[in-house]
């Protein structure tokens, strides 16, 4: 097992438990328990968690994974909605993406569209490009070199878990534009409250970047569905369209139609 894959394993188990212990943890990867004594130690040096005698446990209160050690969490899932997501928008509008794993899989699949072409093709008959507001550094670097795709990006204070630029200066850009359609990614989704993130500064912009919108996308695969983190984005009344996979309840599905969201599952 590679480092980046043993890290990864033990930020999910303490995501999962709250804490880790050395013994256990070797038992459960494979690996000596002085591999992981050193791997908890490089970790608690990045601050992705606390060391303890015997273990390690959850750094501070709200934890919460960075994006780089997410990558890998339901992958397949998360690249069919990203397709399934693209297909909903249309050549030439503007739309607002947020930041998250899932975001990043619609603003690839997005980059690839052959329909969508560079202004310098409109000249030749070709098809008018599309325009991409977003707060998320990771989704703007990889848009930044797509010709057909004109990239704005807000303002504000750098999130280096989720790599999203929130507060006032990102607010006072989307304050000043409208959307076609904005698609949230979320940590939660609950079948009764709404949408929800981990932290206040991002629900802040995701729930502006909603206002801004003609209609609403939330992309989320079914293991953040009927849930809550810390701070709620929007309530269902705001959310036109839920992109998921195929695993998430006929009950759910049930509650999210009844609440006048459309579901679509990949």
């Not at 130690?41 to 780089?68: F, I, N, S």
Request: net charge neutral.
């Amino acid at each position: 097992m590679s480092r980046d894959a043993r890290w990864n394993a033990l930020l999910e188990l303490v995501a999962k438990n709250g804490r880790v212990d050395v013994e256990g943890a070797a038992t459960a990867l494979d690996v000596s328990a002085a591999t992981i004594r050193r791997d908890l130690d490089q970790l608690a040096e990045q601050q992705l968690l606390t060391r303890t005698r015997g273990g390690a446990v959850a750094h501070g209160v709200a934890y919460e994974l960075a994006l780089r050690y997410k990558t890998g969490r339901h992958a397949p899932e998360k690249q069919a909605i990203g397709r399934a997501v693209s297909e909903l928008v249309a050549v030439g509008e503007v739309v607002g993406l947020t930041g998250g794993t899932t975001l990043t899989e619609v603003a690839r699949s997005l980059a690839v569209r052959p329909d969508i072409v560079g202004e310098s093709a409109t000249t030749t008959g070709g098809q008018q490009g599309l325009t991409v507001v977003t707060n998320a550094l990771n989704i703007a670097n990889e848009l930044v070199i797509r010709p057909q795709i004109k990239l704005v990006v807000t303002g504000g204070v750098a999130r280096p878990q989720s790599y999203e630029l929130t507060g006032p200066l990102a607010g006072g850009v989307l304050s000043e534009i409208t959307l076609d359609v904005a698609v949230l990614g979320v940590n939660a989704i609950d079948t009764e409250q709404g949408a929800y993130v981990h932290h206040e500064g991002e629900a802040s912009i995701n729930r502006l970047l909603a206002e801004r919108a003609r209609r609403v996308v939330v992309a989320a695969d079914s293991s953040k569905i009927g849930k809550r983190a810390f701070a709620r984005v929007c309530d269902l009344a705001q959310i036109d369209l839920l992109v998921t996979d195929r695993g998430i309840t006929p009950g759910a599905t049930a509650r999210f139609t009844e609440a006048g969201v459309t579901v679509v599952a990949v």
